[in-house]
């Protein structure tokens, strides 16, 4: 029961990371076309995956704490971290039950380090648009020396995340 529990869920969070990576590659081309409509859409959609998979590793965690009440280990304790309460799990399995939680838990892993990738790739991307358009404005406007103000004419930060510029001069 634990084992076929454990496999469902890591089935489960392997296939929110894949759809999580999906989604993350449409949220790079919504950027890169700027499409914020469905950026907006896609960033919704990738809020409720990271909601569904912090209820499954919540789940995951329940289970482990369930298997080490059955097997009444001393080894296996809260000190452990994920992992190790993972690969404790599996060292008492049979072996094709390990192999097989072991081959979907590195399934997992190798997802959740493309998707990390992917996002540090969008937000490397996005701080060098946002360092260029600091640099244009400066560039542009040497009297503000890259100051912008709001509305009310009070000054701002350069964190650029809502910029409206008048399109006349």
């Given at each position: 029961m634990i084992y076929e529990k454990c496999r469902d869920i890591l089935l489960k969070e392997f296939e929110l990371i894949q759809k999580?990576?999906?989604?993350?590659?449409?949220?790079?081309?919504?950027?890169?076309?700027?499409?914020?409509?469905?950026?907006?859409?896609?960033?919704n959609v990738m809020n409720s995956i990271e909601s569904n998979m912090a209820n499954l590793e919540n789940e995951r965690e329940q289970l482990f704490y369930v298997f080490e009440t059955l097997v009444h280990q001393q080894g296996?304790?809260?000190?452990?971290?994920?992992?190790?309460?993972?690969?404790?799990?599996?060292?008492?399995?049979?072996?094709?039950?390990?192999?097989?939680?072991?081959?979907?838990?590195?399934?997992?892993?190798?997802?959740?380090?493309?998707?990390?990738?992917?996002?540090?790739?969008?937000?490397?991307?996005l701080g060098e648009i946002k360092s260029t358009l600091v640099d244009f404005l400066a560039l542009a406007f040497p009297d503000r020396c890259g100051k912008m103000y709001t509305k009310s004419g009070v000054h701002s930060s350069n964190d650029l995340s809502s910029m409206v510029l008048n399109r006349s001069f």
């Open positions: 999580a990576v999906f989604i993350q590659e449409k949220i790079r081309l919504a950027v890169a076309n700027k499409e914020w409509a469905v950026f907006e859409d896609h960033f296996f304790s809260e000190t452990l971290d994920a992992k190790g309460r993972f690969l404790k799990l599996v060292s008492l399995l049979p072996e094709n039950q390990r192999e097989e939680l072991t081959s979907i838990y590195r399934s997992l892993k190798l997802e959740a380090v493309k998707l990390r990738i992917a996002n540090d790739a969008l937000m490397t991307y």
